[in-house]
């Protein structure tokens, strides 16, 4: 049985395009991009112009683009190597941060730190009035995520920079999941950073960025080499620099015929998920076009997943990174969403490859396990 992917949010399929790039950096072209001979020469040009073509995404300069091993190195990279030149003070994050901006959060906060985790509303978008009673009080540095990954609920981060900016916090933004499905502008965000990574785009897994104001202060984690301007020590990874940069080039001049597309594949799998009573979080605020994020009352998220991959169809149950565990989302407790509810969470997050067909099918698939579920239910009362 051929399976059906529906889980975009938690990666990607390379692009072939992609992967056409990366090929000869992954064999013949092995240089090291700082090596003098031809063959580091020919890497070194591979990374300058994956730069360009990762800063022309975000309308940035190509100098502020810091290559790394992927998201979650990027934000350890903001939190951590901007505390390093600082006396702790406040860190203000949003209560619904991926764990990669949370957990470096909590480290300063153990080195002695302020940790305010800022609110969000029961549609998971942040509290404003929040942000200025945290802002009220000195904070070197907020992080606010573009879009999150589970709700695919967009963040007003211009909003938020705004306030910051006027209060002299420096501010992050995760865009690692709004990145290739809505514009990314980084001067239009109000942000002093901002993170990105290749395999949420059909890029390879293992890249990523942070695009920084390069009047910062950002001190490197891993120190080495002098690579990435002293930023980010170890030999680049050509191959994956390389894709990313790719990944980059086409996300951008498809997103105008994507994310309508997208959209309407996710509505018409939302129509059909309203049939059968679902209830879809964030549904009635600016989303990301390819996510959906339900549960329906009294059938846990887990078993949902398993049954439907039973079924042949790929779908998350929310955070990839958490669901190992049984915890409900943070994120949807955040929201204020009952914990009885938030197990039954289940994320559906389209892609390029996607057709209202496997959208059909899916639906199909559904009704028939939810189905069963209930009846089973049924008999064990
Ligand atoms: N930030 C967000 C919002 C994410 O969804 C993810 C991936 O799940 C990351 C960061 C981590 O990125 P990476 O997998 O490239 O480390």
Redesign the pocket.
Known sequence: MMHVYFDH??STPLDPRVLEVMLPFLHEQCGNASSRHEFGTVARKAVDRAREQVAAIVGAQPAQVVFT?????A?NLFIRGMAAGMKPGQVAVSGIE?P??TAPAQDLQRQGWKLRKLKVNCDGQIDLADVDAALAEKTALMSV?LA??ETGVIQDVAAVGERAKRAGALMHT?A??ALGKIAVEFAALNVQAL?L????IYGP?GA?ALVVDKRLDLRAVLAGGGQERGLRGGTENVPAIAGFGAACEIAAARLAELSPRLAALRERLERGLATMGAVIFGAHVPRLPNTSYFAFRGIHGETLVIELDKAGYAVGSG???SSTDNAPSGTLLAMGVEPELARGAVRFSLGADNSAEQVDGFLQALSGVLQRLRTMQAVAV
């Open positions: 949010n938690a091993s992927g998201g979650t190195e934000n991926h990669c901006v995520m999150n990954n995760d690692v999941q993170t990574s290749a395999h949420k897994k990523g955070a990839a990174c």
